[in-house]
């Protein structure tokens, strides 16, 4: 699925083509919590990075996480300008690009269930959906972005 994406001002937008484009994963931990939830947790999809064009490449900025052993590898890319957060990209997996799902304007497919990661770093104020349709993992989930498609049968090829 071909996704295309923007910041809030318009002064960068990229596309990616997707094979992974339900958004079902709410992440709850303090770098995506803070850098882009505005629902206290980010929702990354799944693309290939050979295919991300991006347009205003020059209003683009990114940001390494400090994590408690040092900086995060993974980019947190977003616009200089109005501070959307766009993607992340780590080239520890240099063919993967993760689209953060409030910055796609592409009609999104609705998820069969929500999977909530990282909930031992939820912040207080945050009350989190329970019951079915609803999976809770403190840390992070058993399955990858690809994997949890494959296994409802929603992987596109």
């Not at 683009?60 to 408690?68: C, E, L, S, T, V």
């Not at 019951?131 to 972005?145: A, K």
Request: hydrophobic residues 30%.
């Amino acid at each position: 699925m071909r996704l295309e994406a923007s910041c809030q001002c318009g002064k960068v937008s990229y596309s990616v083509e997707s094979r992974t484009p339900h958004p079902y994963m709410r992440c709850y931990c303090s770098i995506c919590r803070k850098h882009g939830g505005a629902g206290g947790y980010a929702i990354n999809l799944g693309a290939s990075s050979k295919t991300l064009e991006v347009k205003g490449e020059e209003h683009k900025r990114f940001y390494h996480a400090r994590m408690p052993d040092g900086e995060s590898h993974g980019e947190r890319h977003f616009c200089g300008h109005c501070g959307s957060a766009l993607y992340l990209y780590d080239p520890r997996w240099p063919e993967l690009v993760h689209p953060i799902a409030a910055a796609v304007d592409t009609p999104l497919p609705h998820p069969p269930e929500i999977v909530h990661i990282m909930m031992e770093f939820k912040a207080d104020w945050v009350d989190v959906p329970e019951g079915p349709g609803h999976v809770h993992f403190d840390g992070y989930p058993d399955l990858s972005i690809e994997d949890w498609h494959r296994k409802h049968g929603l992987l596109e090829e």
